[in-house]
């Protein structure tokens, strides 16, 4: 009976005294719940702790500037759980984004969505208030004008500023957490403590690399000084100095323009990168370019997007694909403009800041004055050279004529005393010959004074200017031979058709033949001068522009000349024009 009623209790209400035997159970049951919730929560918050001491170190671990910045952003998406993560540096220009890296997002999904965004809508109101942003639904932000098409749907939002030394340098940007769930103040937390971190990491990268540019530039300038004390030409420190500026910038291409004298224009003496054969020799007006508005100003000139910037109308069609830009003048310390240089990047790439474009100043200084010892050198060599002129001169005068006259009286007077007709006639014959030679001589007297005398600016020294100009384009100096009294016989207004001859031709070669030596020959016959100029490029195009080789033709018909253009057997180009003395 006992046990049928127990069975039957078990089976009947619960007595009180039952209950209370099982309340310190349920009590227990819910402590420990309590501390196994607990426990979970701070292992996680450790987890999150250790994720968060290891990014930083991640971080601060990189000393390359680009490397830190995708640190950064890969980083803050772990951290938070974020489906999608993006890093806007702020500009120059305090207002607009400079770069933007981005993680979440593939390669072709970024092709899709088009350019990156510059700072409008949502992304700007951190730029102008610089304060962490949380929101569930972005779309529904005042400032939020919405996405371009193709780019993904994203709903939650969290964003925070990244400051160094206490100047903002960028916004780190989350959306979508995963989960569907909203970011919250432990997220803003993590990420808050991550862009202090970030800052220290930007500031420690960014001074290791102005220490290496820096370092770059003592280097390149040391070599542009070597170049000069052993004897480089103008053109080749030109050359060294563009090459160093661009491969130190991170530039795609790097031109060296100079002032067109009495002109307002500039030409291209010397292009790297890109279009080389498009750019060389090309001249364009101060007032629509880059390079034009440093030379007239006199300082250096900078713009986010060289191919489509309103303000340079003569740009675009030779910059297509180009964005940031910079424009430093060669100044001399007079103030004159000896060039200008221009450098510019790919579209995409970071902006010329002031902590580029100062130490590019410097440098440019340095080259300025390097270009002013070139030209000094130059100077003294012609100097050296007319002093030289001057005693042959002398030497011709007072020595060679003295002697020749006095041979020819002898002869002359031996003359009288030879019988025989057909001897005579002999002598007196070479009399004659020696009376010309002294014509010949005194004529290149004249010749030398008359050039000392003109400071440089005969035909033969202007040839010579303009063969060396060439040698930029050409990329190497053309073979120059002159023969004749190129300064005395042939007019000036010849002279002058001739050195435009030269240029045009010269130009040519350097832009179309893709040629590897280039022969110039000067010569003045004593009734006409010849100039011909052959390489040993790819010929004459079939098809092409003809406006440069009809302006030689109808030079050479407007002094009743002669122009020819033919294709060598052996390859190349030649092209020979000529004009009569006595036009």
Known sequence: MRIGRDFGDEEGPVSGETMRSRMPQLRLDELLEELQSRIDAA??????????????LSVGRELDLTQVLRRIVEAAAVLVDARYAALGVIGPDGETLSQFLTVGLSEEEI?????????RGLLGELIHRPAPLQLADLSEHPSSVGCPAHHPVMRTFLGVPVRVREEV????????????????????AV???????????IDNARLYEEAQRQQRWLSASAEITRALLSGGSRSEVIGLIAQRAREITGAELADVSVPVAGTDTVRVELALGGDVDGRAGLVVPLEGSLSGTACASGVSVTTADLAGDPRLSAEPRRFAGLGPAVAVPLGRAEGQIDGVLLLARETGRPEFTDREIGPLLGFADQAALALELAERRRDVEQLAMLEDRDRIARDLHDLAI????????????AARVIDHPGASDRVLRAVGDLDETIKIIRSTIFGLRAREEKGGHG??????????????????PPRLSMEGLLDTDVPAEVADHVVAVLGEALSNAARHARAGRVEVVLQAT??????????????????????GLRNLAERAETLGGAFELASPEAGGTRLSWSAPLGH
């Open 402 to 413: 003295q002697r020749l006259f006095a041979t020819g009286m002898t002869l002359q007077s």
């Open 459 to 476: 035909l033969r020294s202007r040839v010579v200017r303009v063969a060396e100009e060439a040698q930029a384009a050409l990329g190497f």
């Open 191 to 201: 990420i808050s403590t991550l862009a202090v971190a970030a800052g220290v990491a």
């Open 526 to 547: 004593g009734s006409r001068v010849v100039l011909t100029v052959q390489d040993d490029g790819v010929g004459i195009p079939e098809q092409g522009r003809r406006s």
């Open 111 to 119: 092709a899709r969505i088009g350019p990156y965004p510059t700072g």
């Open 43 to 56: 292992r996680g918050t450790r987890d999150r702790v250790h994720s968060l001491l290891e990014a930083v």
């Open 169 to 188: 340098f960028g916004n780190l940007y989350l959306t979508d957490k995963r989960g569907g769930e909203e970011f919250d103040a432990e997220d803003e």
